[in-house]
Each structure stands twice: as C-alpha cells, then as structure tokens.
C-alpha cells in the first residue's frame, strides 16, 4: 500500500495486486450530511449531472469507449462522501482513469440535462418509498437523529429536489469538488509512481477553501423507547437501532463478530432461535452503518405484528446472554472463519478491496487484510463478552415497529 498527497492537496492511494484487473475510485468528500444550505439530496444529484458528458467529451462517447474496453463505470453517493469507479482490465487502465478523471475533474453539468436528471430522481424516490425496508430505515432516523432527518435519505425528497437548478449545483461543485478534499484509490497491478506520473500535466487547481470538518450527528437521547410508524405494506417489520462502536473503536471487530454470532447464517443464534425454534418470523438480519464517531448497530426482523412483543424479548434475551455467558470456543472460531472468508473474498475483487480502503480511508487507518484479519484472529471470548456489557444496555437501544395498516 502506498500514499501520496500531490501538491494540489489530492490524495493518491495504490494496492498493488497481482490481477488483470483495475479498479479506479474517486471519493470526493461530500455528501448527504454535507448539504446544509443546500436542498437536501444535492449530492446525489450532483452525482447524476457529473455523468452527462464532460467539456471535451460527450456522455455518449464516455460510455460508449468504456463500454468498447470492457470495463464500467458507475457513481454512488452516501453520507459522507460522493464515488466514481471506473472497473477495467489492465491493459486499458490508462484509458479508464483518463475518463473517470475526466468525469471528476471536467464534468460539464450542462443545464439542459437538469430537467431529465430530476425526473430520473424521482423515479428513484418513488421506487425507493415501495421498498419496505428503506421506509423502515427512515423512520429509525427520524427517531434516532435530531437534526434535518430528511438528509438520512440521501436521496431527498420530491419537494426537496425540486429545488435544484444550475446555480445551486454549480456553488455547491465548486465549494466541495476541490482536490484537498478528493482521494484516488487504486487497486490493481499498476505501479504507484505509473498513478502518480499521469498527474504530471493534469492541471487541477488547489483550492484556498477552508471547510470545517462535521460534527458529529446530534442523537436523541436513547432510553429503549418504541416507536410505531404505520405503512401500507402487507408485512409488519420490527426493529432495534443501537449506538454500536466505530472503526477507530477498540470494540469494533468484536461488535462485528457478535453481529455474525447473532445473524449470519441458518446456524446463528436469532435465526435458531427466532425462527427455527419459535417460528416468530420471515426472516432477519443485522447491519452495522458507519457514522463519524460511532457506528450504528441495527437488527431488523420480519414479522407479524402481534409477533413484536415476543421477538422484542427473545432478542433483548440473546443480548444479554451475551454480556453474561462467555462464547464457546467452537463459535467464536465459527465466527472468526466466518469474517475471514468474507475478508479473502473480498481480495478476490479489485472493486471489492477497493471499497474496503475507501471505507478505512474514510474512517479509519487503511489496514491490510491480513492484518485485519489477525487483528480478529486474537479476539477472545472475554473481548466479546466486554463489548456485549459496553454496547447492550437499555440507555442504548431505540425500537422501531412498522405496523401495515
């Protein structure tokens, strides 16, 4: 793994890997949590205009060489920042950064797309408010977050777009598409000094901009409170938010081992518990959402409304044999073979080990596979046992019930 900061501030990182294969990302730190003052959903539709062609090629010509190499293109907005991957095979990888470069840096946002793009959004919105889980993730924020709860959609709102025009987009490119705020991440068998000579002539100007970083997100005060929210699907859904370690936190591997203890797989203790046992429910899941100081632990589950009382007590139940009963060795090794597969799996994909230095990029110390996989590797059961007392407590859960009308 090696780094670079050129002198107009941007980041230049490379994974050298033996593969035919490169993937290219570019994260521009800016999004959804970034928009104050701003319409909410800018970001992501930022994102689409970035894609319409730039000052010296034509979307149609970006797409159409790409697609000629065999390689992809695509963009994705989250929270905190705005990506642009390019997927190609090495021996195009020159032609690929060329047009994802050029994507970044020389988009042209022409205004005549704006219209289409807008309509293309709220489709997505639309789509979006019929999936049943989306709805259930935005109630959790509404309820979680103090603050503007519209901009955990990401996405926006109708109303919110309908805001957007030319003059907004182009203020708010200019004042967070600025190299010091933009890393290149590389994976793939290309030589670091190869990535780093390609900017020799690239004019990308610094920016004399200074941006104060965020602050974390104000959360209401947690106390185990229920929620309900009523929705027009046919399922009822259950749900538990929980305030759960960051990446930076001494805990968080051991909080992702016990997310795979408790919900990976037919033989984890919810679904053997929750469903094969008691028959509860449809189906189960946890996942763990990055935020800026800590992370956000959730469990949701996919049942009949008057099943909630009960899964809400066998679940509690689970948690806290955690924080009183030290694991078997036989599942701690479980769940240690678990992450490790997940970890060489990953390696296995340039666009896969590229998101995961973006995301330690982002969050973290960039780590090494191997390193984190023996960082879990030295996991105790007592390690798992601790982060259950420090994380599963009843100041720290917020419940959500979605309940068909």
């Not at 980041?11 to 890997?17: C, E, F």
């Not at 941006?211 to 959360?219: H, M, S």
Request: one cysteine or more; a negative charge; hydrophobic letters at 40%.
């Amino acid at each position: 793994m090696n780094k670079t900061v050129l002198s107009n501030g941007m980041t230049i990182i490379t994974n050298k890997v033996s593969s035919k294969i490169v993937a290219l990302e570019y994260v521009v730190q800016v999004g959804a949590f970034h928009e104050e003052g701003y319409p909410f959903g800018i970001s992501h539709f930022l994102e689409h205009m970035m894609l319409n062609g730039t000052t010296s090629r034509s979307k149609e010509d970006i797409f159409n060489t790409i697609q000629y190499l065999g390689g992809d293109i695509d963009a994705n907005t989250s929270f905190y920042s705005t990506n642009y991957q390019c997927t190609i095979m090495k021996k195009f990888w020159k032609d690929g950064l060329e047009m994802v470069s050029d994507i970044v840096w020389n988009a042209a946002v022409p205004e005549g797309e704006i219209e289409k793009e807008r309509k293309v959004i709220e489709q997505e919105i639309k789509m979006l408010s019929d999936d049943p889980i989306n709805h259930l993730q935005e109630g959790i924020f509404a309820n979680l977050f103090k603050d503007n709860p519209e901009k955990y959609t990401v996405i926006g709102t109708v109303d919110s777009i309908s805001g957007i025009n030319k003059t907004r987009l182009d203020a708010y490119r200019a004042q967070f598409y600025t190299p010091d705020r933009v890393a290149l991440v590389v994976s793939g068998d290309i030589e670091h000094s190869e990535i780093v000579s390609f900017f020799d002539n690239y004019d990308i100007q610094a920016s004399s901009k200074h941006i104060e970083e965020l602050l974390p997100e104000a959360v209401n005060t947690l106390g185990s409170e229920t929620y309900a929210i009523r929705s027009d699907f046919d399922q009822g859904y259950f749900s538990c938010a929980m305030i759960a370690p960051s990446r930076q936190s001494e805990d968080y591997y051991a909080f992702q081992l016990i997310i795979n203890l408790l919900s990976e797989g037919l033989s984890s203790r919810l679904y053997r518990k929750l469903r094969e046992e008691l028959g509860l429910l449809y189906g189960l899941g946890m996942q763990y959402l990055e935020l800026k100081d800590n992370g956000l632990g959730l469990f949701i589950a996919i049942t009949a409304a008057e099943n909630f009382a009960e899964v809400k007590a066998n679940f509690i139940e689970e948690l806290n044999k955690l924080k009183e009963q030290l694991i078997s060795d036989y599942e701690l090794q479980q769940i240690k073979n678990v992450a490790t597969y997940h970890l060489y799996s990953v390696s296995e994909s340039m666009a896969d080990l590229n998101e995961k230095i973006v995301t330690d990029h982002m969050f973290a110390e960039i780590e090494d596979i191997e390193d984190t996989i023996q960082t879990i590797s030295s996991i105790t059961a007592n390690d798992i046992m601790n982060c259950a007392n420090r994380y599963f407590v009843k100041s720290n859960y917020m419940f959500v019930e979605m309940i068909p009308e």
